[in-house]
């Protein structure tokens, strides 16, 4: 519900601060976990030029992406991994999301964590082979 355009920098930044807290304490708490803050996805808004990704949605990603660096943890776009811009929409007229644009539906759930799944399944992937040489 961060994701407005009626947010400016300050409100950005104080939702950084906080997340920064909580992840402090999850740090504190578990300090031999790992961290991973999921971006928030594509949530689009009708225009003069039509359906449009929000422009809180890159802003808060781009914050969300400096806190995860700022606090040492793990960042994935899901924005990006969805498909970036008029991607809420796509799945919509797939019938994977509901008709605000914003919310998905259990078909969209199961799409996105096949996306999210697949993502850290290759990484992972990666990682093996890196380390085998």
Do not use: C, W
């Not at 300090?31 to 039509?50: F, K, N, T, Y």
């Not at 943890?73 to 796509?90: C, D, E, I, K, R």
């Amino acid at each position: 519900n961060m994701v407005s355009d009626d947010n400016d920098e300050g409100a950005y930044l104080s939702y950084v601060r906080n997340m920064g807290r909580a992840i402090d304490h999850l740090r504190a708490a578990y300090p031999r976990s790992s961290i991973l803050i999921v971006g928030v996805p594509d949530r689009d808004q009708r225009s003069a030029e039509g359906l449009t990704t929000m422009e809180g949605v890159t802003m808060m990603n781009a914050y969300q992406q400096l806190m995860a660096s700022e606090h040492h943890v793990a960042f994935y776009n899901l924005f990006q991994a969805m498909g970036g811009p008029g991607s809420m929409n796509a799945l919509v007229e797939k019938g994977m999301a509901n008709k605000d644009y914003t919310h998905i539906n259990s078909a969209g759930g199961r799409h996105i964590a096949r996306i999210i799944y697949d993502s850290l399944m290759a990484a992972y992937q990666l990682y093996l082979e890196r380390s085998s040489q």
